[in-house]
């Protein structure tokens, strides 16, 4: 199943590459073709993360309520989910469901120089997309292997400017630092990882990346904000009511006189 999914890759970005005839091109359209068709998972992952951003103070409140009864929360949430029309693991599963993607197009672009039966380059820029950062200046010394490096640097930089974006929306100081460091080891992490990886994946990640970035700032938001909206006036038209039954109400004991 998995080399079937795979050898479909294969065949998409040969065809591709038949078309355009560079192979760094076929893997930009490959990637691109591919960010496409996922958007529709991604509008619906971004969607469940802005009802549960609403939906999160009633949650916390039913949460705390019941914190001395773990059964009875479960079945306190579990109204609330079905009420409020709500699945917790909306936001995950198109996020899953990509996974396999593009670890295909991870496994078809590492063996790009199989695929093209011999060296595959992206025109003039990346003479060799089998090689990465380490090999070429093992083979051209600094001078020849500079597109490579770039391609590694941006391969960070696109790792770091995503979780940049995505602390805007928090307002904790706390949180925010914390965020921001997170973000710079990860990309550190990343050029490390990059160092070793064929240009043929860096060239892949970074225009995925690319696409995430553009698609964050162009779409991401409007759709944050409008299910946000719409989530809230629910909220409004329909109240959420946390204690929904009531515990029986024992006799005072009447004083002696």
Known sequence: MWEAFTNLITYILTSIHGLCGDWGLAIIILTLIVRLLI???????????????????QMQAIQERYADDPQRMQEEMRKFYSENKFNPMGGCLPILLQM??????????????????GTASFFNIVPNLSYGPAQAIAESGISGAVVYIFLDVL????????????????????????SKIMGVVMAVWMVWIGWNLPSGVLLYYNTSALWQVAQQQLITKRVMADAKAEAEAKLAER?????????????RPHKKS
Do not use: H, W
Request: proline letters at 8%; zero cysteines.
């Open 39 to 57: 958007m529709p998972l991604m509008t619906k992952s971004t969607k469940s993360s802005a009802k549960m951003q609403v939906l999160q103070p």
């Open 100 to 117: 396999p993607i593009f670890f295909a197009l991870f496994s078809v672009i590492r063996n790009v120089e199989v695929i093209a039966n």
């Open 155 to 178: 391969f960070g930089v696109l790792t770091l400017i995503p979780m940049l974006l995505n602390t805007q929306i928090s307002t904790d100081p706390a949180q925010l630092r914390t």
């Open 239 to 251: 109240p959420i009511e946390v204690n929904v039954t009531r515990k029986e109400n024992k006799r």
